[in-house]
């Protein structure tokens, strides 16, 4: 190889080994920039801070509020369950599940052979008294002619005074088994103790029906002037609730209705499966909007006020089911922080749960007009 070659490729090797170096040496520079830039997509720097409104979060002292599902019941102090004291078998079905009825309107009407002994124990009641009534009258007029001694006037009496009670006992069977004594009946028409609607039906048309052991009842008559609504709140929960704080009821079949009521009742006993207690809420239903086993959701206000973070409503800012706020971090810059927010205030104030945000940070006051013009600056 000639010197003039050597020198060639000396110069061309060089060259090469100058090249990757660099090639090295830039690429290891640019990983190291790229490695050092961030971008938080929360963070907001602001060129006009100025614009923009700011609010202090405060505290306020306000009742806890708790949220729980339940359903309406009926009262059932206001439940009647209605039975027959006679067995027999339904000839006539006058009413049905749901209907509204009347205190004395006939229900159903039943066939009974108990019914009929009891009018024919009562009809030979009567006769009884009728003849022991005439041996009395007798033996007066043959005491008071010395004819009769005081002793069988006594046992005249005697007999007359329990064909009375014998009387007495069966007249009142014909009533109880649901009879006229003044008109004689195998037919039993079992009548509407009070007003309301009827809530439950264990009987059909022509069904064979016992005495006294009924079990269950034919009907239960509701008086719903008056519903619950029972919910269940989990045991964690339950230091927020006490008896007689307002709740207000809203219902899935009026959603724009708020029904007011108290805490009447805290059950004493925890469901063992869903670890809750029943607690009622009792309401007025003059109307008959609240239907039994409709869904509701109850808000409990708890009478014991604590300290709570309060902002303007108008800072919270709902987006993709949450709710944001922009907190001032620096003079230019902002950062969109999730929140937690617990219904609010009487006087336009959003309620925050503590975390996010602490008393004293200073917030956006219009959190959708910041939003907005930062969506636009980006354009």
Request: aromatic share 4%; glycine share 6%.
């Amino acid at each position: 190889m000639t010197d003039n070659l050597r020198r060639h490729v000396a110069l061309m090797a060089g060259l090469l080994l100058l090249a990757l170096t660099v090639a090295c040496s830039g690429g290891r520079k640019a990983a190291a920039t790229k490695s050092e830039v961030t971008i938080d997509p929360n963070l907001y720097h602001v060129d006009h801070p100025e614009l923009f409104k700011l609010a202090k979060v405060g505290t306020q002292n306000l009742p806890t509020l708790l949220n729980a599902n339940g359903a309406v019941t009926p009262d059932v102090n206001r439940n009647i369950h209605v039975t027959s004291q006679g067995s027999g078998r339904v000839v006539d079905l006058r009413v049905k599940l749901g209907d509204s009825v009347e205190k004395g309107q006939v229900l159903l009407t039943i066939y009974s052979a108990d019914l009929t002994g009891a009018f024919s124990d009562y009809q030979k009641a009567q006769a009884d008294e009728r003849l022991s009534k005439k041996a009395l009258e007798r033996a007066q007029l043959l005491y008071s002619h010395g004819a009769l001694a005081q002793k069988d006037l006594e046992v005249a009496q005697d007999t007359e005074d329990k064909a009375k009670v014998d009387v007495q006992n069966t007249q009142q069977h014909v009533r109880l088994l649901g009879g006229d004594p003044a008109q004689s009946s195998s037919v039993i028409e079992l009548r509407a103790p009070v007003s309301g609607t009827i809530v439950e039906q264990n009987v059909s048309g022509f069904e064979g029906i016992k005495s006294l052991d009924n079990s269950p009842n034919l009907f239960t008559i509701a008086d719903l002037s008056q519903v619950w609504v029972v919910c269940d709140v989990y045991e964690n929960d339950l230091n927020e609730v006490r008896l007689g704080d307002s709740a207000e009821v809203r219902l899935a079949a009026y959603p724009g209705e708020v029904y007011h009521g108290k805490v009447a009742d805290i059950s004493r006993v925890l469901d063992p499966n869903l670890r809750s207690a029943k607690v009622r809420i009792v309401l007025p239903n003059p109307n008959g909007t609240l239907r039994p086993n409709m869904y509701a959701v109850a808000t409990f206000r708890s009478s014991q006020l604590r300290p709570r973070l309060v902002v303007p409503a108008t800072a919270v800012m709902r987006l993709q089911d949450k709710d944001w706020v922009f907190r001032k971090e620096s003079p230019n810059q902002f950062r969109k922080i999730e929140v937690l927010s617990s219904g609010a205030t009487s006087d336009g104030l959003q309620e925050l749960q503590d975390g996010a945000v602490k008393t004293g940070d200073e917030i956006v006051a219009n959190a959708l007009e910041f939003s907005t013009a930062m969506a636009e600056t980006k354009e």
